[in-house]
């Protein structure tokens, strides 16, 4: 996460290096052919930032936030002219052909992080609470905003302008954070193209891997994170800061490229400065960020008492020893926590690795932080229900295992809290998977001939209307749900048109996390037809690029006649649902009256309600999940969350 100055200080020791060429019988820009590694998260930021720095200043802030659809093509741009300069080669296993510029063969990664370890607990609930004061700043500044075109992103990315020194990012566009999913949503780009090969989501900190890497093969380590420069790469692995790398032409004639870079190999700097290595000035900085380089050479080089040697080697141990820091370290190679993983979002993987096989009595959630209005109630609220669902799926998972509470942090009014969710208080789940699936149903019956986005989206703004419902809040009008489904079509955006996107976000992104969970357990455990029923629903939902676009890339999707009955339909959902649940309500407590009087009955069943039909099963029927291995997983007492809906 960064060690301050120490880029700036040590900046007049790295040196300026040709990486590659497009051009492979170029003389004036020869290069040596070496091996990268890419930290996974700093590309995202690196080129989400560039992107933003690129629009128009003539939009406002929200609308200047380049898409994901956006994201993922620049990404791919960014990694096409490393290609094509000769920095990397990949295996498309769809052909079984090697694609290659360089002479050389490498073992190239792209890493993600999978879990951050507890002692970042307090740098993550700090970076929260910038998140929250920028958007607390922002709302005071402007109470509304004018509207830009509806097609901000469409004009062609520039490779230039993302592999290239950097240009700043204009100030009005600075306020708000960054997209809340940004780094899954690369992901996402990644994993369905033709550098699949080359991602990796680890079960630790990314940081720990690229630096492995890196030393392994005397590599090219990009980044944006000064922390690298500490680590061990070796006597020939070397750092290269995004920020630093810039793409240029062979000369003004010539269509080809060559890119170059500031070079920093921490093994040669530690030379020329007569130290074993950068561990001891980037401690010494990071006690006190106002000292010079000979100053922190100086102080590195003092005797320490008893506790300045023992908080030292805290410090140097985290970048000097390449550990797994997953909690989860009892794995066979086949079945290691980078294997189950790597389907999952960090988010996930991080939530997964905490819940099996842990000792654990508490597993920590961090809810990304989302663009909204913050002096209204939390966006996150409107899909709880979905995600302690999910939550209760993967805790249930591990039988052996203690459940543990659940801390779900996220924004509470102004500030960063956890949510303490108890698991074993949580309604049953196979009758929430009945209740959902039954909801799905009725939703594709009607909008079958739709696109997949449409119904997905569809069924996330009919979770935030159940939203405004159940909580005795007036739901939003017309022309605003026209602006949510369609885009804001006026002349100026309102926060409410923000908090509404930022709502629709949040239950489009939990309907991705249960997916994602549920997708995790199948593969673990046996469980009952309607969680396969469900997984078969989910396994419709679209990447994040189409899931959380635009939403006026909604606009051509219906057309004009058929959003006044979509909306029609997503407004009185919510309404004609509570009706059927409290009418189930009603015959469920008919049945247990029922059976509370023929209790005496010889052949032992018992009768009640899954779907609001008499439905008979047997006393001792299994529980909604059973292991591979034979053993029983606890099954939830029942009450349905999403409550019973009606064959309509």
């Given at each position: 996460?960064?060690?301050?100055?120490?880029?700036?200080?040590?900046q007049?020791?790295?040196?300026?290096?040709?990486i590659?060429?497009?051009?492979?019988?170029?003389?004036?820009?020869?290069?040596?052919?070496?091996?990268?590694?890419?930290?996974?998260?700093?590309?995202?930021?690196?080129?989400?930032?560039?992107?933003?720095?690129?629009?128009?200043?003539?939009?406002?802030?929200v609308?200047a936030q380049?898409?994901y659809?956006?994201?993922g093509?620049?990404i791919?741009?960014?990694?096409?002219?490393?290609?094509?300069?000769?920095?990397?080669?990949?295996?498309?296993?769809?052909?079984?052909?090697?694609?290659?510029?360089?002479?050389?063969?490498y073992?190239?990664?792209i890493?993600?992080?999978?879990?951050?370890?507890?002692?970042?607990?307090?740098?993550?609930?700090?970076r929260?609470?910038?998140?929250?004061?920028?958007?607390?700043?922002?709302?005071e500044?402007?109470?509304?905003?004018?509207?830009?075109?509806?097609?901000?992103?469409?004009?062609?990315i520039?490779?230039?302008?993302?592999?290239?020194?950097?240009?700043?990012?204009?100030?009005?566009?600075?306020?708000?954070?960054?997209?809340p999913?940004?780094v899954?949503?690369?992901?996402?780009?990644?994993?369905t193209?033709?550098?699949?090969?080359?991602?990796?989501?680890?079960?630790?900190?990314?940081?720990s891997?690229?630096?492995?890497?890196a030393?392994?093969?005397?590599?090219?380590?990009?980044?944006?994170?000064?922390?690298?420069?500490?680590?061990?790469?070796?006597p020939?692995?070397?750092?290269?800061?995004?920020?630093?790398?810039?793409?240029?032409?062979c000369?003004?004639?010539?269509?080809?490229?060559y890119?170059?870079?500031?070079?920093?190999?921490?093994?040669g700097?530690?030379?020329?400065?007569?130290?074993?290595?950068?561990?001891?000035?980037?401690?010494?900085?990071?006690?006190d960020?106002?000292?010079?380089?000979?100053e922190?050479?100086?102080r590195?080089?003092?005797?320490?008492?008893?506790?300045?040697?023992r908080?030292?080697?805290?410090f140097?141990?985290e970048?000097?020893?390449?550990?797994?820091?997953?909690?989860t370290?009892?794995?066979?190679?086949?079945?290691?926590?980078?294997?189950?993983?790597?389907l999952?979002?960090?988010?996930?993987?991080?939530?997964v690795l905490?819940?099996?096989?842990s000792?654990?009595?508490t597993?920590n959630?961090?809810?990304?932080?989302?663009?909204?209005?913050?002096?209204?109630?939390?966006?996150?609220?409107?899909?709880?229900?979905?995600?302690?669902?999910?939550?209760?799926?993967?805790?249930?998972?591990?039988?052996?295992?203690?459940v543990?509470?659940?801390?779900?942090?996220s924004r509470?009014?102004?500030?960063?809290?956890?949510?303490?969710?108890?698991?074993?208080?949580?309604?049953?789940?196979?009758?929430?998977?009945?209740?959902?699936?039954?909801?799905?149903a009725i939703?594709w019956?009607?909008y079958?001939?739709?696109?997949?986005?449409?119904?997905?989206?569809?069924?996330?703004?009919?979770?935030?209307?159940?939203?405004?419902?159940e909580?005795?809040?007036?739901?939003?009008?017309?022309?605003?749900?026209?602006?949510m489904f369609?885009?804001y079509?006026?002349?100026?955006?309102?926060?409410?048109?923000?908090?509404?996107?930022?709502?629709?976000?949040?239950?489009?992104?939990?309907?991705?996390?249960?997916k994602?969970?549920?997708?995790?357990?199948?593969?673990?455990?046996?469980v009952?037809?309607?969680?396969?029923?469900?997984?078969?629903?989910?396994?419709?939902?679209?990447?994040?690029?189409?899931?959380?676009?635009?939403?006026?890339s909604?606009?051509?999707?219906?057309?004009e006649?058929?959003?006044?009955s979509?909306?029609?339909f997503i407004?009185?959902?919510?309404?004609?649902?509570?009706?059927?649940?409290?009418?189930?309500?009603?015959?469920?407590?008919s049945?247990?009256?029922?059976?509370?009087?023929?209790?005496?009955?010889?052949d032992?069943?018992?009768?009640?309600?899954?779907?609001?039909?008499?439905?008979k099963?047997?006393?001792?029927?299994?529980?909604?999940?059973?292991?591979?291995?034979?053993?029983m997983?606890?099954?939830?007492?029942?009450?349905?969350?999403?409550?019973?809906l009606?064959?309509?």
């Open positions: 996460m960064g060690i301050p100055r120490l880029t700036s200080l040590l007049p020791y790295f040196l300026e290096t040709v590659g060429c497009s051009n492979k019988d170029c003389q004036s820009h020869t290069h040596r052919s070496r091996p990268f590694v890419i930290d996974g998260p700093g590309l995202a930021y690196v080129v989400y930032y560039r992107l933003l720095a690129s629009k128009p200043i003539y939009v406002n802030a609308d380049p898409s659809h956006e994201i093509q620049a791919l741009i960014f990694l096409q002219n490393l290609t094509h300069c000769g920095l990397t080669m990949y295996y498309d296993s769809r052909t079984s052909d090697i694609l290659t510029f360089a002479e050389t063969t073992s190239e990664k890493y993600f992080d999978g879990y951050l370890p507890l002692q970042k607990r307090s740098v993550r609930i700090s929260l609470e910038s998140y929250l004061k920028q958007m607390i700043t922002f709302r500044k402007y109470k509304l905003f004018e509207s830009a075109s509806l097609a901000v992103d469409t004009s062609p520039d490779a230039t302008d993302l592999l290239s020194l950097s240009k700043p990012v204009p100030s009005k566009f600075r306020g708000l954070p960054a997209a999913f940004l899954p949503a690369v992901l996402d780009t990644l994993s193209s033709l550098y699949a090969d080359l991602i990796e989501v680890v079960p630790g900190e990314a940081d891997y690229c630096a492995a890497a030393g392994r093969n005397g590599g090219i380590l990009f980044t944006t994170d000064s922390d690298l420069l500490i680590h061990n790469l070796g020939e692995g070397a750092v290269a800061f995004f920020d630093q790398l810039e793409l240029q032409p000369d003004e004639m010539s269509e080809h490229r890119l170059s870079v500031r070079l920093a190999q921490p093994s700097i530690a030379d020329k400065l007569g130290i074993d290595n950068l561990c001891g000035i980037a401690y010494e900085l990071k006690r960020p106002s000292l010079s380089i000979q922190t050479i100086q590195s080089k003092n005797d320490m008492d008893a506790v300045g040697r908080l030292f080697q805290e140097k141990s970048y000097e020893d390449f550990q797994v820091q997953s909690p370290p009892q794995h066979t190679e086949q079945e290691g926590p980078q294997s189950s993983i790597q999952l979002d960090p988010r996930v993987s991080e939530m905490q819940c099996c096989g000792s654990n009595a597993v959630v961090y809810l990304p932080f989302l663009i909204e209005d913050p002096s209204r109630a939390a966006a996150w609220n409107v899909s709880s229900r979905l995600r302690f669902f999910a939550y209760s799926l993967i805790a249930f998972m591990e039988p052996e295992n203690k543990p509470d659940i801390l779900e942090y509470r009014d102004v500030r960063i809290v956890p949510l303490d969710i108890h698991l074993n208080n949580e309604p049953s789940l196979l009758d929430s998977a009945v209740s959902l699936n039954r909801r799905l939703i019956q009607h079958k001939n739709k696109s997949n986005a449409v119904i997905w989206r569809i069924f996330g703004m009919i979770e935030v209307f159940s939203w405004y419902i909580s005795g809040r007036a739901v939003p009008s017309h022309e605003a749900t026209i602006n369609c885009g079509g006026g002349k100026s955006t309102s926060w409410q048109d923000v908090q509404l996107s930022a709502q629709l976000q949040a239950a489009l992104y939990s309907v991705r996390i249960l994602q969970i549920l997708v995790h357990v199948c593969s673990k455990c046996a009952e037809d309607v969680y396969l029923d469900l997984q078969r629903y989910l396994t419709s939902l679209p990447l994040l690029k189409d899931l959380i676009a635009r939403p006026n909604f606009r051509n999707a219906v057309s006649s058929e959003i006044s979509i909306l029609g407004r009185s959902f919510p309404r004609a649902e509570a009706h059927t649940a409290e009418l189930a309500g009603n015959l469920e407590a049945i247990q009256s029922h059976q509370s009087l023929h209790s005496h009955a010889n032992g069943d018992a009768w009640f309600t899954v779907d609001a039909k008499h439905k099963r047997k006393k001792h029927a299994k529980t909604p999940f059973e292991s591979r291995s034979g053993s997983l606890p099954q939830k007492p029942t009450n349905n969350i999403y409550g019973m009606a064959n309509t």
